[in-house]
């Protein structure tokens, strides 16, 4: 790939830039993280540098009253994309 040359956009959806809190609960803790960007299937979070984050865990977005059942597709640094099943508050 030519760096002169813009980079192609492989997302399937696009992305809403967002900045919300969220909880990520797994089987034995509750983690603090924000959404970064969101669209209908998935999101990019932060959380803090070290933290270990399971392959799949329960994601709670306090400002949408919403809770996925999220599994990480990426890592980079404290970056996670990850998919989002469901929506509702009874995940």
């Known amino acids: 790939m030519d760096p002169s040359e813009p980079r192609k956009e492989r997302r399937l959806h696009a992305r809403e830039i967002v900045l919300k809190e969220a ?3 797994t089987e ?18 932060r959380v803090a540098a070290g933290v270990k984050i399971p392959d799949r865990f329960v994601l709670h977005i ?6 996925y059942r999220a599994v990480v597709r990426w890592r980079r640094s404290e970056r996670l994309g990850v ?8 995940v």
């Not at 034995?28 to 979070?45: F, T, W, Y």
């Not at 306090?62 to 809770?67: F, I, K, M, P």
């Not at 998919?83 to 009874?90: M, R, V």
């Open 83 to 90: 998919q989002l099943y469901g929506g509702s508050p009874d």
């Open 23 to 25: 909880t990520i609960t």
């Open 28 to 45: 034995d803790a509750e983690i603090g993280c924000s959404v970064r960007n969101q669209h209908e299937n998935g999101a990019e979070l």
């Open 62 to 67: 306090q400002a949408d009253g919403a809770t």
